[in-house]
């Protein structure tokens, strides 16, 4: 399997080449990783709308400089067959091009600088996994802090679970989202350009939504496919996260495709149920994880990495495909947080201001851009905090 710019026209047929384009391009060896064999609306139905503006989605050229750098890499191997997308963050030393990230008629960017060299030293490594039919650049404010406060963040796209790129039949592949991540330390880790820069022995995950089941998963739990499929059973018609699966609809390069009804009986149980468990992450934060209430207890109780939890929304507003409070009372030693006065959508960026009406005028339902009793911005400032913080406490030195 070659590598190549997601516009076409350059490839690596060298598996251990980097090269240095508009994107850069890491080929590695999947076999170096950790093994892959030991390895709901909210959580699972992907935003529409989200779907469809990623097309037309810019990246904004800026004169305010900012001290973070960032890179777009494509990470692709022989040995795995999932080409990878991603935005890598990190302390830089303030050249590059200043450039808002993933501006567009909903969302505002986030400043960060395109090429920039990164600064001397050892950071630890965070990952970010992007919720359902959403995409790395969806995180960048929070990347952009995180790289702010020291670390290096890389955030992959899912492919079969992100924007443009999602499907009903895709989206239960939980495990193959937790080998992305797995596959990108590998990567970073035994590259020249990244591996100097990056403590192997401090790395951890960020997850939202279907993302936090990611990151979960990667600290060792595995989530009950019975316990799925019944959730679903009984749910309410109006439940999205299972909707998804009986919508018949679906998105492939960015346009809205037909397919056929999704069964979660026709999921592979096996490969549902596995430990993808990762032994190089030391912590993980999971923002209204998917499935949190779905994970089995056995799984739970065996975790034994620091984890925080956070959901969105005060007390008994919290949807249950995304409530996780009792999970984070069963993992041994968790941290819980709750984000008073705001919702699911919350995490998503800040909104422009004419985007509720834009929204509005592609008949979107979803409050994508609706404001909760505090602005956006002050809930992502919250966020950051106890995001920053949980990092700072569980990856110091020495720790």
């Not at 395109?114 to 996994?129: E, V």
């Not at 109006?238 to 960015?254: M, N, P």
């Not at 939890?309 to 008994?316: A, D, F, R, V």
Request: with cysteine.
């Amino acid at each position: 399997m070659g590598c190549a710019d997601r516009r076409g026209g350059i490839f690596l047929d060298n598996k251990t080449t980097l090269i240095m384009f508009e994107v850069e391009c890491l080929a590695i060896q999947a076999s170096s990783s950790a093994s892959f064999s030991n390895r709901m609306r909210f959580s699972m139905k992907p935003i529409t709308l989200l779907l469809a503006l990623s097309l037309v989605a810019v990246t904004t050229t800026l004169h305010a400089a900012e001290p973070v750098g960032m890179r777009k890499i494509s990470v692709v191997t022989q040995d795995y067959p999932r080409p990878l997308a991603v935005t890598v963050w990190y302390p830089s030393k303030g050249d590059g091009q200043p450039t808002a990230l993933a501006a567009d008629k909903i969302f505002q960017g986030t400043t960060s600088n395109a090429g920039a060299t990164i600064r001397d030293g050892r950071f630890p490594l965070i990952l970010m996994s992007h919720g359902s039919g959403s995409r790395a650049e969806g995180m960048s404010w929070i990347g952009v802090e995180l790289a702010k406060a020291g670390y290096i963040v890389a955030a992959p796209n899912h492919p079969g679970t992100t924007s443009g790129d999602s499907t009903p039949a895709a989206t239960p592949k939980i495990w193959e989202r937790a080998q992305d991540m797995s596959v990108i330390i590998t990567a970073l880790s035994n590259n020249k350009s990244w591996q100097s820069s990056i403590d192997q022995k401090r790395i951890g995950i960020l997850g939202f939504s279907l993302g936090g089941s990611t990151a979960l998963e990667l600290a060792g739990t595995r989530p009950d496919l019975d316990g799925f499929i019944r959730y679903c059973d009984e749910s309410q018609p109006g439940a999205l996260d299972c909707s998804w699966f009986r919508g018949g609809r679906g998105y492939a390069d960015g346009a809205f495709v037909k397919v056929e009804p999704f069964n979660l009986r026709e999921v592979d149980r096996r490969l549902f149920e596995q430990s993808n468990e990762d032994p190089r992450i030391k912590t993980v934060i999971a923002v209204d994880p998917g499935l949190g209430t779905l994970m089995k207890p056995e799984s739970i109780k065996a975790v034994d990495v620091p984890v925080t939890i956070i959901n969105l929304g005060s007390e008994g507003t919290v949807p249950l495909a995304v409530e996780a409070e009792q999970l984070a009372k069963d993992l041994p030693g968790a941290t819980f947080h709750r984000v008073d006065d705001s919702d699911h959508y919350s995490f998503l960026p800040v909104c422009q201001p004419d985007a509720p009406a834009f929204l509005k005028s592609f008949g979107e339902t979803d409050p994508i851009c609706e404001e909760t009793a505090r602005p956006r911005a002050d809930i992502h400032e919250e966020l950051s905090r106890l995001i920053i913080d949980a990092f700072e406490r569980d990856l110091k030195p020495g720790n």
